[in-house]
Nanobody
């Protein structure tokens, strides 16, 4: 079992930055792929970014490519999402997810956090 706890959300003006963190429990974190997803009001949850077990491979949704960066620090069981040049359309609840497989993917995540709210004002 893996437990994930997100933090770092908040209110920011358009053009600003936030860094989300996701702390994971469990000794197998270093071999799990990790991902970030988001869900805006009235919309389905969507993929944002993913990273493989050692951070050597990353993947981004087109809408955030060039603005967001996913990274991980396995020694601290933590994955990060650095969000720059934020836009009002980035407003959503952001979720961290993990998959008991080292390979990068946009789906098949098994464990999910509770989410952290990100609000970008215009």
């Amino acid at each position: 079992q893996v437990q994930l706890v997100e933090s770092g959300g908040g209110l920011v003006q358009a053009g600003g930055s936030l860094r989300l963190s996701c702390a994971a429990s469990g000794r197998s974190f270093s071999i799990y792929a990790m991902g970030w997803f988001r869900q805006a009001p009235g919309k389905e949850r969507e993929f944002v970014a993913a990273i493989n077990w050692d951070g050597s491979n990353t993947d981004y949704a087109d809408s955030v490519k060039g603005r967001f960066t996913i990274s991980r620090w396995n020694a601290k069981n933590t994955v990060y999402l650095q969000m720059n040049s934020l836009k009002p359309e980035d407003t959503a609840v952001y979720y961290c997810a993990s998959r008991p497989n080292p390979g990068i993917t946009r789906d098949l995540y098994r464990y999910w956090g509770q989410g952290t709210q990100v609000t970008v004002s215009s």
